[in-house]
């Protein structure tokens, strides 16, 4: 197993170098080039010259980018050039929101998503695969901001039992160690924080939990079929083995592989940037910083938060591969 996870560590190596060389080109591939993106409406060729000296661009293209992949490993991307913060502080104040919200969010879609997809298939064709397949549709089809603000209009507005947006209550004075609200309150005993961080996180995580818990249930539901076809089952029944036995040991076992593949996707997509649902509820993660970033042509913050979303995918891909090998041994063997 350790050997394994070696060889995928040493597999992603190359793979983060060439997202880096990706990265690094576009964002210097963009029209007029990126000092020009920034200043807009406030470009001279003065200017230019000023912001292209302060971010390194009148340099070679190989010193720029070897300096870029030696201040990325160290974390030092520069200031922001609106708020002009370190841009590494901004990002971990927007990590722990971020990933904060996607945990929960995913704790929902997967504690919600394997069993009712599994039920699903387990009563094929009959009201509760209908009512699953037709919850799945709408799960998919309706928009995250759309499905947000409706939340809102109905929680927030005519019933006032949860908070609209923001992570905690302004009233509330806590104790911040690890930036995960919900997570200071527990370990500095503060429980009245831990309390609210969870009715603030309630709408948002069930909003962003809709898509990856739709694609969850489909998913979880045809490998279920699937499986339920084998040979093997059907051997399985034969020697008279108890029907609980059977799925647990061997069907829901060997329908987890494809399903663990999407929860990794699906958590790659979370951490990358809920975008839609973090500006609706007023959240200060990553999707919010990304989102001003664009807006704002804020360079050094854009390119940083591009390399971190390709490192989540690339992480999320690696951490997939091993629960492919703690769930199949023979996936470690073969490869």
Do not use: C
Request: net charge neutral; aromatic share 8%.
């Amino acid at each position: 197993m350790l050997r394994f996870i070696v060889r995928r560590l040493l597999q992603a190596i190359p793979t983060l170098i060439v997202l880096s060389i990706l990265i690094f080109a576009w964002l210097r591939a963009l029209p007029g080039g990126p000092a020009t993106a920034m200043l807009g409406d406030r470009w001279t060729p003065e200017r230019e010259a000023q912001l292209n000296a302060a971010l390194g661009l009148d340099q070679p293209i190989w010193v720029q980018y070897w300096k870029f992949l030696g201040r990325a490993i160290t974390g030092d991307f520069g200031n922001s050039t609106v708020t002009g913060l370190p841009v590494i502080e901004e990002i971990g104040r927007g990590f722990t929101a971020t990933v904060e919200l996607s945990f929960f969010a995913m704790v929902v879609a997967i504690g919600l998503g394997i069993p009712l997809g599994y039920l699903a298939a387990r009563y094929r064709g009959r009201l509760l695969d209908n009512l699953t397949v037709v919850s799945t549709l709408i799960g998919v089809a309706v928009p995250v901001f759309f499905l947000g603000f409706l939340a809102k209009w109905v929680f927030s507005s005519q019933l006032g039992i949860l908070p609209p947006s923001g992570r905690q209550d302004v009233e509330i004075n806590s104790t911040s160690v690890t930036g995960f609200v919900t997570l200071d309150g527990l370990l500095t005993r503060e429980f009245d924080a831990t309390i609210d961080g969870l009715v603030h996180l309630l709408m948002p995580a069930l909003v962003l939990a809709t898509i990856p818990m739709a694609v969850i249930v489909r998913i979880t539901r045809a490998s279920v079929l699937d499986v339920l076809d084998e040979d093997f089952v059907r051997t399985a029944e034969s020697k008279g083995l108890g029907t609980a036995t059977i799925r647990r040991r061997h069907v829901l076992r060997n329908a987890l592989l494809p399903v663990s593949t999407t929860i990794g996707l699906q958590t790659g997509l979370l951490l990358a940037g809920a975008v839609l649902t973090e500006k609706v509820f007023v959240w200060g993660g990553l999707g919010s910083l990304l989102a001003e970033a664009i807006e704002l042509k804020d360079y050094p913050r854009l390119q940083a938060l591009i390399l971190l979303a390709a490192v989540v995918y690339v992480v999320v891909n690696l951490l997939v591969d091993i629960s492919y090998a703690i769930i199949d041994p023979r996936v470690r063997v073969g490869r």
